[in-house]
T-cell receptor
Framework: NAGVTQTPKFRILKIGQSMTLQCTQDMNHNYMYWYRQDPGMGLKLIYY???????DKGEVPNGYNVSRSTTEDFPLRLELAAPSQTSVYFC??????????????FGEGSRLTVL | AQTVTQSQPEMSVQEAETVTLSCTYD???????LFWYKQPPSRQMILVIRQEAYKQQNATENRFSVNFQKAAKSFSLKISDSQLGDAAMYFC??????????????FGTGTSLTVIP
């Protein structure tokens, strides 16, 4: 059981380049999320999805796009990379139903550097 | 949006001793969930313990326990018999029980725990 798998683990981008962070989960979770973690700032929600075909913005969505065509996959697209997007990115999933705690299951993180 | 505050950026504890990490949150809701996550140097986020707000009994998981004070909006984590492997960043998190919030989590800024041999 792989859980949440995100790739790549490390990436260096030049300013203005674009890339996609891949995320897949094999737990049949309905909710999926993308967070970014900056030093001393905790985790900030970028985008989330409550199910296939449904996505919504989180706290810091600017400069990012997502799609959710299947239950398993939730890629994060960075368009026109900027130094401010240098961060560690986490994909997470959860299975939420009435009465459940719905805790998050995280991928291992992707460290992105924009130079 | 709810806010979660961890007022201790860094803490240290002697091996085998007990340490308590603080967390407070701001909400007007009555039904929610609280969590503590651990992030060791490997960067992996690991669930330590969870608490449902409607439960008065404090959650316990082996050496980890919480002190949940709903009226005070406080959710502290106690680690007993601290071990070297407990050294990590610890994050407190809040999730509303309302489905209209999209199951969003709100995280504190973390407490870095050092365990001294």
């Amino acid at each position: 059981n792989a859980g949440v798998t995100q790739t790549p683990k490390f990436r260096i981008l030049k300013i203005g380049q674009s890339m996609t962070l891949q995320c897949t989960q094999d737990m049949n979770h309905n909710y999926m999320y993308w967070y970014r973690q900056d030093p001393g700032m905790g985790l900030k929600l970028i985008y989330y999805s409550v199910g296939a075909g449904i996505t919504d913005k989180g706290e810091v969505p600017n400069g990012y796009n997502v799609s959710r065509s299947t239950t398993e996959d939730f890629p994060l697209r960075l368009e026109l990379a900027a130094p401010s997007q240098t961060s560690v990115y986490f994909c997470a999933s959860s299975y939420s139903y009435r009465g459940s705690t719905g805790e998050l299951f995280f991928g291992e993180g992707s460290r992105l550097t924009v130079l | 949006a709810q806010t979660v505050t961890q007022s201790q950026p860094e803490m240290s504890v002697q091996e085998a001793e007990t340490v308590t990490l603080s967390c407070t949150y701001d909400t007007s809701e009555s039904d929610y969930y609280l969590f503590w996550y651990k992030q060791p140097p490997s960067r992996q986020m690991i669930l330590v313990i969870r608490q449902e707000a409607y439960k008065q009994q404090n959650a316990t998981e082996n050496r980890f326990s919480v002190n949940f004070q709903k009226a005070a909006k406080s959710f502290s984590l106690k680690i007993s018999d601290s071990q070297l492997g407990d050294a990590a960043m610890y994050f407190c998190a809040y999730r509303s029980a309302r489905r209209s919030t999209g199951n969003q989590f709100y995280f504190g800024t973390g407490t870095s725990l050092t365990v001294i041999p």
